[in-house]
């Protein structure tokens, strides 16, 4: 077996991926998804923070990526990973940033072997400062970077995001920044260490309400499912479930009140420039909610949709697959696994035209092409035997 061709669009870089957990497996399975020879390094024996490979987490991780297994603290290992590096353009990788440095993977130490290599460094708070030392998870950076303050309904205290949202966009920030710099390599012919951190992640996220603390001084709180500023844009109780309704701005917000039947709503003073309904949004979402209430989710969508109101049902996770858009742009790829059989993972997002992101390939047996990779980069059977005797491989 060659190279993992999930696409021609990154098919000419080879990615050496030493991460665990979620931000930097992200990373990876971007480049992996857009054709890159992304290696999975792994340490032989027990892999700590790997999780069960069976688990649908990990096998949504990792596909198109090779295994190999290597022992980076033995001086053999470190030998192979240093030919590897020679023959690579990304290493990417999320330790404890004070790791790097102790195994010798620090981006001078791999600039000293290549170049041209960059590196991706994904951390919990950035590389340096106060903070370099804390262990970094997904809710501590959520909570950390305002993103719980904001989240959840008044007076209830914060409120995770639900999935691990600074962990994945961590992981699409370094992919974007690896991009960025294998762009500009071809300019000036160096690589250049990438960095990414879960609490920037969370900072970015924030979006507008950061901005509005930046320029203002305006401290953003919880308004649970109402939009911080424009209303009435929120999630109103339907007959049998929920809807998402956005009607702000006056020309929609007239439409609405039309198609709902309360242009009563119209004359009351509060209600008539945008910044009143904002102030009143407790009173105005009581009687959008007498209203809504009176017919099914699916029937006020209907009836909106056709009024030129942006509104959508709000979906438990099976509705979401079950939709015909979601469907129709292909969320879910089908991948064989050599021992699971035929799974159905998450799909790459991003659309190209001429050379799109492929699912081709499971996620990898552990130190499946061990055997495969050392050959590649001059070691002999003999060799690769050695290492093996040595559990400097496995």
Not at 137 to 156: C, H, K, N, W, Y
Not at 380 to 386: A, K, N, P
């Amino acid at each position: 077996m060659t190279k993992i061709n999930a696409s021609q669009a990154l098919s000419r870089y080879r990615v050496l991926d030493l991460t665990r957990v979620r931000s930097g497996p992200v990373c990876a399975r971007h480049l992996a998804d857009f054709g890159a020879d992304v290696i999975k390094i792994e340490n032989p024996g027990l892999e700590e923070y790997a999780g069960p490979r069976e688990a649908a987490d990990f096998q949504n991780l990792h596909r198109n990526k090779r295994s190999i297994t290597l022992n980076l603290k033995s001086a053999e290992g470190k030998a192979i990973f240093d030919r590897l590096v020679q023959t690579a353009d990304v290493v990417i990788e999320n330790y404890r940033p004070d790791v790097k440095f102790r195994l010798g993977i620090d981006y001078e130490s791999l600039k000293k072997l290549n170049p041209k290599i960059v590196l991706a460094s994904i951390s919990g708070f950035g590389q340096d400062g106060p903070y370099v030392n804390r262990p970094g998870f997904d809710q501590i950076a959520q909570g950390l970077s305002g993103l719980m303050s904001v989240t959840g309904r008044p007076g209830e205290g914060p409120m995770r995001v639900g999935s691990a949202v600074t962990d994945v966009t961590a992981g699409l920030l370094a992919a974007m920044g690896v991009m960025t710099a294998l762009l500009e390599r071809e300019v000036s012919g160096e690589g250049q260490w990438v960095q990414s951190n879960l609490l920037q992640a969370g900072l970015t996220l924030l979006d507008f309400q950061a901005a509005r603390y930046t320029m203002s001084g305006e401290v953003a709180k919880q308004v649970g499912n109402d939009h911080p500023t424009f209303m009435p844009t929120s999630a109103y109780q339907a007959s049998d479930g929920y809807i998402n309704i956005a009607a702000t701005g006056p020309g929609i917000w007239e439409k609405f009140a039309a198609a709902i039947g309360r242009d009563d709503l119209l004359a009351d003073e509060q209600f008539k420039i945008g910044k009143g309904r904002s102030e009143g949004r407790a009173r105005l979402n009581a009687e959008l909610s007498k209203t809504l209430i009176q017919k099914t989710s699916a029937q006020w969508v209907e009836i909106l949709l056709k009024a030129g109101i942006p509104c959508g049902p709000i979906y438990g996770i099976d509705q979401v697959f079950a939709d015909p858009q979601v469907q129709h742009l292909g969320a879910i790829g089908k991948v064989t696994h050599p021992e699971l059989g035929e799974l159905s993972l998450l799909n790459q997002s991003i659309a190209l035209s001429r050379t799109p992101a492929t699912m081709v390939a499971s996620s990898p047996i552990k130190g499946q092409h061990t055997t495969e990779v050392l050959r590649e980069i001059g070691y002999s059977d003999l060799e690769i035997e050695v290492f093996t005797n040595n559990h400097v491989i496995e």
